[in-house]
Structures are given as C-alpha cells and as structure tokens.
Nanobody, 119 residues
Framework: QVQLVESGGGLVQAGGSLRLSCAAS????????MGWYRQAPGKQRELVAA???????NYADSVKGRFTISRDNAKNTVYLQMNSLKPEDTAVYYC?????????????WGQGTQVTVSS
C-alpha cells in the first residue's frame, strides 16, 4: 500500500504561482512513476505532469513552460511548481503513484487539493 498526502492548494490571482506537494509513504519501493492530475467541474480527470523513477518528465501541452514537476527522493515527495496560472487551471489536483508488485500494478491517489485561479 502507498499513502499519498497532498498540500499546497489555494486561491491565487491570474499570473500568480502555487506549489503543490505530495508526500508518499508505505511501499515506496513499488512506485514506478508519480504524477499530478486535475479535474475541473464537468470535465474528465486529465494528466498534468508526471515523473518516472528515472527522472523523466512528461507534461500536458496546456501547462508546458508554466508548470514544473520535481521530486525529493530523500523526502519521498513530489512537487508541482505552477507559475503564470490562468483561470482555466482551476481544478481539484490529485497526486498519483503508479506501483508495480510481483504480479499486478496499482494506481494510488491522494485526496485532492483545490486550486482556484481568479481572473
């Protein structure tokens, strides 16, 4: 089992910045990749950014150049630095961990943190 605890959401004006944190605990060894997803009202959950255990990153086109995903292995924590925020970035942001065990894979999710960008 992997537990994910998110923090850092809030209300910010357009053009501002926020940093989200996701601390992982439990079966850390099983994690292959971690990422951030978001879900706006009435929309499907979408991938925002992901980082593999090898350090490779992947971003949604809508956030490239504005958001940066990083990790601190010593703290088992992944961060999402969000700059130049836009009202369309408003959503609940979820931390995700993709884990592999001997004969099955599991996705773990955090509880979500609200990000609201005012115009």
């Amino acid at each position: 089992q992997v537990q994910l605890v998110e923090s850092g959401g809030g209300l910010v004006q357009a053009g501002g910045s926020l940093r989200l944190s996701c601390a992982a605990s439990g079966s850390i060894f099983s994690i292959n990749a971690m990422g951030w997803y978001r879900q706006a009202p009435g929309k499907q959950r979408e991938l925002v950014a992901a980082i593999t255990s090898g350090g490779s990153t992947n971003y949604a086109d809508s956030v490239k150049g504005r958001f940066t995903i990083s990790r601190d292995n010593a703290k088992n924590t992944v961060y999402l630095q969000m700059n130049s925020l836009k009202p369309e970035d408003t959503a609940v942001y979820y931390c995700n961990a993709e884990s592999s065990y001997s004969d099955y894979d599991v996705d773990y999710w955090g509880q979500g943190t609200q990000v609201t960008v005012s115009s």
